[in-house]
Every structure is written in structure tokens, then in C-alpha cells.
């Protein structure tokens, strides 16, 4: 009983080794960022992930806007930031569709460049401005390799949750540790894609500011009963506002 002991011992400290070596080799650092990220899929595997992701995220908020003209509007903005920020030197299909949930209040970004917000968000905004920030912030997120790089943490802390739970049955504290870093790294990536969505806007000649006003629009529709910051993977709309504040006096906005 002992030496079955000893050897799941050896078994569960063998995985995780394999999980920091698997870590390790992986890490790489975004050439568009600087920062250094757990990455394991390839910019090819993101792209197809997020075409292949597309239509079902798009059915899941009622289908694309039947409107063509602000179909194109949208486009308009989006290839504006695009063309004329660092996103134009990156091997990402960007796509923007306009989707026509009346009701929910969001816009995301898929692995790859396929970027969402639907018309409920749309419909709210004020300006031109506002809508460049809601879409450079997207992008920021792609050309962050955000997703990639949960997928790739999810990865790790699965490997070891599965190390820890042969070893010492203790993969369930393992694997709550993992959803903690995951929670705050998601924070981080918000404000990193506020950040660049900053630059882009300043890039593409719009104004920065108007991204306090999506953010107020954020902060009026989550209303009084809204999730605490530390229980949400989003910062909270006031410290996203201090954020982008200090981004556009670091370029000069």
C-alpha cells in the first residue's frame, strides 16, 4: 500500500514537471505588445478557431443585423482602425458584424479577428468616436492574443489539477488557484485592450475621450445592482475610466 502511495506520488509531481516544462517552452513574448505570454496555438489556429466560432456566436445573439448600411458604417470604423495602427502589420482576418440583439448590452472579439457587438451596445453609442473606441478595444484584444493565452493557462492549471489529484487528491484547490489567476488575468487583458484601443483611436485621428463615454454607457446599463470587481472578470467601469484617463496623457491625446 505504501509503495502504490510512493508511485502515485511520483506520477502526480512527474505531470506537473511536464505542465512547467510544457509552460516554459511556450511562453513567448507578443512582438506587437511586448508582454510575455503563455501562448500554444499559432496564429493560423487562432484565425480558424474564430472563423469556425463565428456563425454559432452570431446565432447565439439572434443573427446579424438586417441593415446594410449599418453594416457598412461599422465595417467603415473598424477597417479605419485598423489601417492605420500596428493591427495592418498582423496575420489577423479582421471582420466586424454588427448583431441584432436588441437587448444585450456587449461586444467581443473571437481568436483570429472576428469582432461582434450588437445592436442593443450600437444603438447606445452617440458618435463615431464611440464606436471606434468599442471597436479598437476589440482589436485590442486580438492583437493582445488574449484568448490564446487563457486557452493556454486553462491548459496549464487543468494539467495540474490533474497532477496534484493523482498525487494528493488535492486537485480541486489546485484548480480554484487556476480560476483566480485566470480571473485576474482577465482583468489585466481589459485594461491592456483599453490601452491599445487608446492608441488606435489616436491613430486612426479619433478622439480618445469618447471612450469615457462607452464607458459610462457600460456603467448605466449594469445599473446599481452590478457584480463587485472581485467577483468579476471585467475591472469596474470607474477604475477602466482612470485607465484610459492615464492612457491618453501617456500619448498624448
Known amino acids: 500500500m505504501r509503495g502504490s502511495w510512493k508511485i502515485r506520488i511520483f506520477i502526480g509531481l512527474a505531470i506537473v514537471a511536464f505542465a512547467f516544462f510544457k509552460k516554459c517552452s511556450n511562453t513567448e513574448e507578443n512582438p506587437y505588445t511586448g508582454k510575455s505570454q503563455l501562448i500554444s ?3 493560423e ?11 454559432q456566436m452570431a446565432q447565439e445573439y439572434g443573427g446579424l443585423y438586417q441593415d446594410a448600411e449599418a453594416q457598412a458604417y461599422v465595417d467603415m470604423v473598424g477597417a479605419k482602425l485598423v489601417n492605420n495602427s500596428i493591427a495592418k502589420q498582423t496575420p489577423y482576418q479582421y471582420d466586424f458584424h454588427l448583431l441584432a440583439d436588441p437587448n444585450t448590452i456587449n461586444a467581443f472579439a473571437l481568436p483570429g479577428g472576428q469582432i461582434f457587438i450588437t445592436y442593443a451596445l450600437y444603438s447606445k453609442l452617440q458618435n463615431e468616436d464611440q464606436l471606434a473606441g468599442v471597436l479598437g478595444h476589440e482589436v485590442g484584444h486580438v492583437l493582445g492574443r ?10 496549464f492549471w487543468q494539467t495540474i489539477s490533474q497532477g496534484a489529484s493523482v498525487g494528493a487528491d488535492a486537485g480541486g484547490l489546485v484548480s480554484g488557484i487556476g480560476q483566480n489567476v485566470l480571473l485576474g488575468n482577465g482583468r489585466g487583458d481589459e485594461l491592456e485592450s483599453d490601452d491599445l484601443g487608446v492608441r488606435f483611436m489616436l491613430k486612426a485621428g479619433y478622439n480618445p475621450r469618447e471612450m469615457i463615454g462607452v464607458m459610462q454607457i457600460l456603467k448605466d446599463a449594469a445599473g446599481p445592482s452590478r457584480v463587485p470587481e472581485f467577483q468579476s472578470t471585467h475591472p469596474d467601469p470607474d477604475n477602466r475610466i482612470e485607465n484610459i484617463e492615464a492612457s491618453i496623457r501617456k500619448y498624448g491625446g
Open 41 to 43: 496555438l499559432t496564429t
Open 45 to 55: 489556429e487562432e484565425i480558424a478557431i474564430g472563423l469556425q466560432s463565428a456563425p
Open 146 to 155: 488574449h484568448s490564446a493565452e487563457r486557452i493556454a493557462n486553462t491548459e
